[in-house]
């Protein structure tokens, strides 16, 4: 593909009037051809062909095009991205219900070790523990008892310490 931009900018004078590669440094041309390839990377399920055909077709039809940049190639192949775009999650339904289970020693060993692994940890829902009480020296407020300023968790907690300091 970084033949194909290369290509692509030094032509395009040819096909739209802009002088883009013109104004384009040295030092910049490889950061520009690298984000553009970048950008065609992320659309990898677009086969390269299909994406070169619509760069220049888009070239040429696109009324809001200037400048060859990767946010312009990125609104480019997003537009043509769904034609192409096959989910892999989705299985043929048949394909699994062909399948043979597995043993059962195999599916006990997995079992046990799971159970192992939950034991370890325990419960979640009995280990709970409140991020108030993990950390109670982030939920501290400011109270005022009787003139005095206490910083605590609750009213009851500076009336408490306020007792302790009085006693």
Known sequence: MRDFFKTLLENLYVLT????????SSEQLPLLLDSLESICRKYS???EETQKSEINKQILEDQDFTALTPKILHKWLFRISGAHWKESA???KQKVYDQEPCKPEIADKYIKEWRESLAKIGN???????IKDRYPEYFKQKF???GIEIMAGSL??????????NS
């Open 90 to 92: 989705h299985t043929d």
């Open 17 to 24: 009037g802009s002088r883009q590669m013109e104004f384009i």
């Open 144 to 146: 005022i008892v009787e």
């Open 45 to 47: 399920y677009i086969p």
């Open 124 to 130: 979640p829902e009995t280990n709970h523990q409140s």
């Open 156 to 165: 009851d907690e500076a009336r408490e310490i306020y007792l302790e300091l």
